[in-house]
């Protein structure tokens, strides 16, 4: 292939997806990056050294609120300039409908939230979920320009094709922009990355009621990690905010640890939780599914385990 | 205001999928109007209750996707059409969004065009986007609530959540909207509405009626379809006479294993 760009507006996405780009140089070709939108200039500096060999930079005003249809325009542009027939970009909420436009944009064939990505006979391949979870499809792109967003946490790159990437200042004509961004406001106190915490605690259906939230709090509290839960809590009850729900159409998450509490183990959830190094399961129901990909396992009342557990690590200073 | 909603029928959520040799069965479980359109179909609604106009349902499949179509009826779209053609048998995302692109473009001064989030059988979520791309209007993506539509001045300001922040994003109309759970509760269909739907007439687009000479080849293949991979766990069951007993043997062992 003759190169890869590769474009995300959070920067150490990028950098993962550089690196990963880099250690596969010799099918994929040399590795550029677009750093895009306010203050482009510096941040480019970060990139330098992550794989790529081009590091194009635009920061006009256009692209300040990063609104899909201009960047889409600036990628197509900047993929021709980089002679890049592989645009990878991290599969973020933005990220997912950025890829669509663009690939609209090239006519080429795009894969929006790829949970493997990998290379053989010199062609690359890649995983998706589909049916909720129930499948995985593995495709080809099968046009000679190939859009794709990778899910976060899904490729790691070794670093070993660090280089002194050139800065070079893209030549854009960007379109006016029609949609824009009036307002952006950090959310409110709940602010949360589901998808790059270390570690979570996450409800299901097993809790009765809102107010048993303090419980779940409590022990993510001690464990210096962020609740989390299942779709019915956020999408059916409203108790919990959308960001923390795990799933098909949720977050999806690595975690060192991973507490599941009064989580049946339904596939559209457990998709989310593929990533996670160790997952404890508490139900009081000894065949719930969760118990067949948990590391530990608890059959008993999250009401008795829970308030136990937070007592227990707080004698051990756990975090 | 004149609105489009792009609906698809697919297989129903609580309907137990199963993967086979690459064959995908889901035994005899219905298909339905995909449930995040239902919620697309529900802000059309809205919107035309809000300010008058029209509601147009259109959806790309084989014939029994009208029944989908009718389902969209039935809640109180004013017309629906199927686009049909066996040059879309194995039509790709970029297959798709061409069809329905060039469907909006026949329609005709369409102000608004509203999709669900994803289509919950190929789970892509990228169809609304690329719609939006071919008709060159932008796409304000995962809209959990439209803040201000105003058909005078033809804009619309709604807003969405990222990861980590909110945002309000304005447009001039014609625009493509995708919309999320959060956006309002979808009605059921009246019995006067499922009576008009039983009887309705949906017409029949082909490739050649909306524009489309040649349709273009899908740009994926599929080479494989699998059951994604079990993840091969002992589960390990800490027991004990008390709820103190078994957190404690819990946290020693997640101590011993360095996760936390």
Known sequence: MSGVLVYSENDSHVQTLASWSADHADTLGPVSVAVLGKDAGNRAEQHRGSGASRVFVNEAPGLEGLAEDVVSSAL????????????????????????????????????????????????LITGRYALGGNTVSREVILTPL??????????????????????ISAELSLPEPRMMIVERNPKPASTVNIAESDRLVCVGRGLAQQEDLKLIEDLAAELAGEV?????????YGWVSEERMIGISGEKCNPQLILSLGVSGQVQHTVGIMGAKTIVAVNSDPNAPIFKLADYGIVGDLYEVVPALADALKQRGAN | M????????????????????GEISWGDAPLVLNPWDEYAVEQAL?????????????????????????????MGCDEAILIKDAAFDDADSL??????????????????????????????????????????????????KVEELDPGAQTIAVERMLEGSRQRLRSKLPVVVSVVKEINEPRYPSF??????????????SAGDIGLAEVPKAALSWPKVFAPPKIETECEFIEGE????????????LLEEKVI
Not at chain 1, 146 to 167: D, L, M, Q, R
Not at chain 1, 228 to 236: G, N, V
Request: proline content about 2%.
């Open chain 2, 192 to 205: 006067m509405g499922i009576r008009k739907a039983s009887r309705a007439e949906i017409p029949e687009w």
């Open chain 2, 242 to 253: 008390a709820a103190e007993e078994i957190a404690t043997k819990l946290a020693d062992r």
């Open chain 2, 46 to 74: 809205l919107s035309k209750e809000a300010h008058g106009g029209k509601v147009t349902a259109i959806s790309l499949g084989p014939e029994g996707a009208k029944d989908a179509l009718k389902q969209a009826l039935a």
């Open chain 2, 95 to 144: 297959v798709v969004s061409k069809a329905l692109a060039a469907s909006i473009t026949k329609l005709g001064e369409i102000d608004l065009a509203f999709f669900g989030r994803q289509a919950v059988d190929s789970d892509t979520g990228v169809t609304f986007a690329q719609v939006a791309r071919r008709l060159g209007w932008p796409a304000l993506s995962l809209a959990s």
């Open chain 1, 228 to 236: 989390a839960c299942t779709r019915p809590l956020s999408s059916e």
């Open chain 1, 146 to 167: 190939k859009v794709v967003a990778v899910t976060p946490g899904t490729v790691e790159g070794s670093g070993s094709g660090a280089v002194e990437g050139e800065i």
């Open chain 2, 2 to 21: 004149n609105i489009v909603v792009c609906v698809k029928q697919t297989v129903d959520t609580a309907a137990t999928v199963t993967v086979s040799d």
């Open chain 1, 76 to 123: 197509a542009q900047i993929a021709k300039q980089a002679d890049a027939d592989l645009i990878l970009l991290s599969a973020t909420r933005r990220g997912r409908s950025l890829a669509s436009r663009l690939a609209q944009e090239l006519d080429s064939g795009c894969v929006s939230e790829a949970i493997e990505v990998g290379i053989e006979d010199g062609r």
